[in-house]
Every structure is written in C-alpha cells, then in structure tokens.
C-alpha cells in the first residue's frame, strides 16, 4: 500500500510534467504563430504602403500629365488662335492691297480713256482747220485768179482800143494832110488831132492803172478775208492734251510673319 502510495505521486508528478512541458510547447507554437501572424501583419502593410505609395505616384504622374496635357493644349489653342490672327490679319492686308491695286487700274483706264477723247477731239479739231484753211486759201485763190482775168480782160480792151485810137489819129491826120490844106492852120489841127488822141490814150492807160488798183484791193481783201478765216478756224482748235500723269502702284505689302508675329515684306 506504501508503494502504491508513493507511486501516485510520482505518476502525478510525470503527468503535471508533461502538462507543464505540452503546455510551454503550446505556449511557444502560439508566440511563433503570433509571430508569424505579426510578421505577416506587417509585410501586409508594408505591401499596402509600397502600393500606397505606387497609387500616389502614379496618380502624382496622372496628375502631372494631365497638366501637360492641359498646358499643351492651351499652348496649341493659343497657337491655333494665333495663327488665326495672322491669317486674318494677312488676308485683310492682302484685301486691302488688292482693293488698291484695282482702284488704281481703274483709275489709270479712266484717265488714258480720258485722254484718249481728249487727243482725238483735238486731232479732229486740227484736221477740221486745215480743211477749212484749204477751203479759205483755195477762195482766196480763185479771186486771185478772177481778178488776174479781169485785168487782162481789161489790158487788152485798153490795148485794142488804144490801137484803134492811134489808127484813127493817123488816119485824121492823113484825111487832113490830104485836103491838100497848107500853112499854119494844118500843123495846129495836126497838133489838135493828135493831142485828142494822147488824151484818149491817157485816159485807157489811166482806166488800166485803175483796173490794177481795183484788181490789187480785191485780191487784198480776198487775203485779208482768207486770214481773218484762217485765223477763226484755228481759234476752234481744243488744246493739245499732255501725256498724263498715271497713278503709281500701292506700296508693297507688309505682311504679318506668323512664327515671331514680325511685319514682313511680300
């Protein structure tokens, strides 16, 4: 009964010991397992705040593409705008140069159409002059020459006359020297004959003196009437125009340089 006795004890002892030694085993596979569950803890954190971090980042670079994006986007808008304006600007200065060009083509087209009435109202002048200055001249002339007509007519009247003066004073004085008269009673009626015949003859040489004065005041007023004629047709002449003066060309124009909004030259 002793040793029965004692041997519970013992037995006791060898279970509390191996309770004792299940038990700190329990104890170490729970701290390895909290251990474990810890470093998973933290590893699990460490990946949430390295993927924290990666979503920063790229919502960082998201965020900063996404303003370049945007700064280019109001640069190329800018740009675009700009160029508008040049393009408008441009076009309005190239309108402008246009419009002046064709004012100035039609400026020049009035003026040469202008001129051209103009010289060709004083060609016809001119030539309407030198046809009534013929027709003057050629009245002018046919009075000259009626006048040189007349005269002769009236020169060789006056000569056939004064020839038949002289035959009749020749044959007075025969009929008187043929009466067989003598003394000084026939030299006187010699004398008296052929005084009547000088006289006769003076009075046809003075009546062709006259035809000559008459023929040379007709011919003058004929020339006088031609010039003063003349002188009214070339008074009805335009003036001569001068070659006209022509608008020069619009100035070059400058346009606009659309790279550094610079003023160039076409």
Same mark, same amino acid.
């Given at each position: ?12 002892l060898a279970i ?17 397992? $909290? ?32 303003q ?13 705008s700009?160029n =508008?304006?040049v &393009?408008?600007? *441009?076009?309005?200065?190239l ?15 009035? #003026?040469m ?8 109202? %004083? ?8 046809? $009534?200055?013929r ?8 009075? %000259?020459? $009626? ?18 003066l =002289?035959?009749?004073? #020749? ?32 009075q ?8 000559e ?8 007023l ?9 002188n009214q047709?070339?008074?009805q002449?335009?003036? *001569? ?18 790279i550094?909004? &610079?003023?160039?030259?076409?």
């Amino acid at each position: 009964m002793c040793v029965a006795a004692a041997a519970i004890p013992a037995a006791s002892l060898a279970i509390s010991a191996v309770s004792t030694v299940a038990s700190i085993g329990m104890s170490v596979m729970s701290a390895s397992q $909290q251990a474990a569950q810890a470093q998973a803890q933290m590893n699990m954190a460490a990946q949430q705040q390295e993927l924290n971090m990666q979503q920063q980042r790229q919502q960082m670079m998201l965020s900063q593409q996404q303003q370049y994006d945007s700064l280019n986007q109001r640069n190329r808008q800018a740009q675009q705008s700009a160029n =508008l304006q040049v &393009e408008q600007a *441009n076009a309005n200065i190239l309108n402008q140069y246009n419009q002046q060009q064709a004012q100035v083509m039609a400026e020049r087209a009035s #003026i040469m159409s202008r001129h051209a009435a103009e010289k060709t109202t %004083y060609q016809r002048s001119v030539e309407q002059m030198d046809r $009534q200055v013929r027709l003057n001249n050629d009245a002018a002339n046919r009075a %000259y020459v $009626q006048e040189q007509v007349k005269l002769g007519e009236a020169k060789r009247k006056a000569a056939f006359e004064q020839q038949a003066l =002289l035959a009749k004073s #020749i044959g007075n004085q025969g009929s008187i020297l043929a009466s067989g008269r003598t003394g000084q009673s026939v030299g006187l009626l010699v004398q008296d004959v052929e005084r009547q015949s000088g006289f006769e003859i003076a009075q046809q040489t003075a009546s062709i003196e006259s035809a000559e004065q008459m023929a040379a005041v007709s011919m003058g007023l004929a020339e006088n009437k031609a010039q003063s004629a003349n002188n009214q047709a070339a008074s009805q002449v335009g003036f *001569n125009p001068a070659k006209p003066y022509l608008p020069n060309d619009p100035k070059v124009p400058e346009f606009v340089d659309p790279i550094g909004l &610079e003023i160039t030259r076409a």
